[in-house]
């Protein structure tokens, strides 16, 4: 739920493409791909079935401690109600990136996932050496136990997390965005190599969801990803969202989520 106004912004590359591009925000202009999303935070309101504001995520980003590094955080937790059943579940995800390719794209240097339910803490931390070609993995289970292994990152392979992807994207790393045209998102690997399915609608299948459904403001450009139902808990992994004319995550929505329904995100506040 937390991470999902972000689930729009993965890398990928291309399978198929069609004509009708979508502008990328990346301006030469603009400077480097750091300092265009300096400063920009982004809020969204997370609920289902009547339940309007069962959580809250933020996702923010800022200037690292290093030159030409950043630093990516979405934090989000449960409230009301759902928060109280869930012990106010608070999930953080953190990334720490460099630009790379003279400013024009960021590479992840460190990943960190955290839980916390009631007093029980998990942790995850993807770390990635590109000279060794090494991706190390910190796992700290609940009990404090912890458990470390190391896998070599391939050859002119980069693990873009889940963050740093979603600023790539919209910065026009990936190549151009076009209607119609289908993708194939690698992420990381469990078992192997792991890719999911992307897909924007075609101008026709945006007209016609605009005219099934109440269509808020600002949404330009309507998504469809298909994932592993295991990450989205839900019946057929789908999700359906909408992006600005800037390709900014207005909002999205897990489709038949177990126990929940249809689960939907939406951006309630955007500042820089």
Do not use: C
């Not at 923010?60 to 979405?74: D, H, I, M, N, P």
């Not at 963050?163 to 151009?176: D, Q």
């Not at 600002?218 to 990450?231: A, K, N, Q, S, W």
Request: glycine fraction near 10%; avoid cysteine; aromatic fraction near 12%.
């Amino acid at each position: 739920m937390l991470g999902l106004p972000l689930l729009s912004a993965f890398p990928f590359r291309a399978r198929d493409m069609w004509a009708q591009s979508i502008p990328a925000v990346t301006n030469g202009s603009k400077g480097s791909i750091g300092e265009f999303f300096r400063g920009e935070d982004l809020q969204y309101n997370i609920g289902f079935w009547f339940f309007r504001q069962a959580a809250v995520a933020e996702i923010s980003f800022k200037q690292g401690a290093q030159k030409g590094r950043y630093e990516a955080t979405l934090q989000g937790e449960t409230k009301g109600v759902i928060g109280l059943i869930t012990l106010y579940r608070t999930d953080t995800l953190h990334a720490i990136m460099e630009e790379v390719d003279g400013g024009t794209r960021l590479r992840p240097v460190s990943f960190e996932e955290y839980t916390k339910i009631g007093s029980s803490v998990r942790k995850r931390r993807h770390s990635f050496d590109y000279q060794r070609r090494k991706w190390t993995q910190l796992t700290t289970r609940k009990d404090g136990r912890t458990r470390t292994a190391e896998e070599d990152i391939p050859e002119g392979k980069i693990y873009d997390d889940y963050l740093t992807a979603s600023y790539n994207f919209r910065f026009g790393v990936y190549g151009p965005i076009e209607r119609g045209r289908s993708y194939s998102v690698p992420t990381f690997p469990k078992t192997g190599a792991s890719t999911y399915e992307v897909k924007v609608a075609s101008r026709e299948d945006e007209e016609r969801t605009r005219k099934s459904e109440q269509v808020g403001e600002g949404r330009e450009y309507l998504i469809r990803l298909t994932l592993d139902p295991e990450v989205t808990h839900s019946k057929e992994g789908v999700i359906e969202g909408w992006l600005s004319k800037d390709l900014r995550p207005m909002e999205g929505t897990i489709k038949d989520a177990i126990f929940f329904g249809d689960v939907q995100g939406t951006l309630v506040k955007s500042g820089k």
